[in-house]
Nanobody, 120 residues
Framework: QVQLVESGGGLVQAGGSLRLSCAAS????????MAWFRQAPGKEREFVAR????????YYRDSVKGRFTISRDNAKNTVYLQMNSLKPEDTAVYYC?????????????WGQGTQVTVSS
């Protein structure tokens, strides 16, 4: 089972940037699609971005399009989330997920999360 460790969170002012990293333990990392989710206090966890196994296809929730970029380096077993033009509403715990699809089912493996706080 893949293990994930996020890093790169912190406190930033509105308009600033952060880059999150997620390192995977699994040597078959390149076989997983990877995704970022976030959860703000009192809210449900929500999808942020997803990238396919090869890194040539990605999609985003509407509110982060044009500001966030997901990428991956399969040689380093790492996925990234570059976050620019941050807004206070981006404040949340950000979770990395490895996604394994088997037939019509998808299985998610989660990291422990990293806190991102955007001050106004």
């Amino acid at each position: 089972q893949v293990q994930l460790v996020e890093s790169g969170g912190g406190l930033v002012q509105a308009g600033g940037s952060l880059r999150l990293s997620c390192a995977a333990s699994e040597r078959t990392f390149s076989t997983y699609a990877m995704a970022w989710f976030r959860q703000a206090p009192g809210k449900e966890r929500e999808f942020v971005a997803r990238i396919n196994w090869s890194g040539d296809s990605a999609y985003y929730r509407d509110s982060v399009k044009g500001r966030f970029t997901i990428s991956r380096d399969n040689a380093k077993n790492t996925v990234y989330l570059q976050m620019n033009s941050l807004k206070p509403e981006d404040t949340a715990v950000y979770y990395c997920a490895a996604v394994k699809t088997v037939g019509v089912s998808s299985y998610y493996y989660w990291g422990q999360g990293t806190q991102v706080t955007v001050s106004s």
